[in-house]
Nanobody, 127 residues
Framework: QVQLVESGGGVVQAGGSLRLSCAAS????????MGWFRQAPGKEREVVSA????????YYADSVEGRFTISRDNAKNTVYLQMNSLKPEDTAIYYC????????????????????WGQGTQVTVSS
């Protein structure tokens, strides 16, 4: 079993940047496909970005394409989400998720594909 802890959230003005981190413990992260999701008040949890085990395949939701960058450092057991040009509509709780994956290039985009979740970190973008 893997435990995930997100950090790096906060309050930022529109146009600003934040870098989220997701630190894993309990298992080596290199066996897991990873994803970042977010949930705004009154809305369903949605995928923001995902990355394969080897980091060579990535996915971005249309709403964040070109502004967010996902990356991972398997040696540090950490996944990152660099968020630039933030908009008020990016305001949400951001969750990190992990799923065991037999294939190194697999991208997982649905919430029900992930078994392990962090507690979330709040991102608030003011206008």
């Amino acid at each position: 079993q893997v435990q995930l802890v997100e950090s790096g959230g906060g309050v930022v003005q529109a146009g600003g940047s934040l870098r989220l981190s997701c630190a894993a413990s309990g298992r080596t992260l290199s066996s897991y496909a990873m994803g970042w999701f977010r949930q705004a008040p009154g809305k369903e949890r949605e995928v923001v970005s995902a990355i394969s085990r080897d980091g060579r395949s990535t996915y971005y939701a249309d709403s964040v394409e070109g502004r967010f960058t996902i990356s991972r450092d398997n040696a540090k057991n950490t996944v990152y989400l660099q968020m630039n040009s933030l908009k008020p509509e990016d305001t949400a709780i951001y969750y990190c998720a992990a799923a065991l994956s037999p294939a190194v290039r697999t991208i997982l985009r649905r919430t029900n594909e992930y078994r392990y979740w962090g507690q979330g970190t709040q991102v608030t973008v003011s206008s």
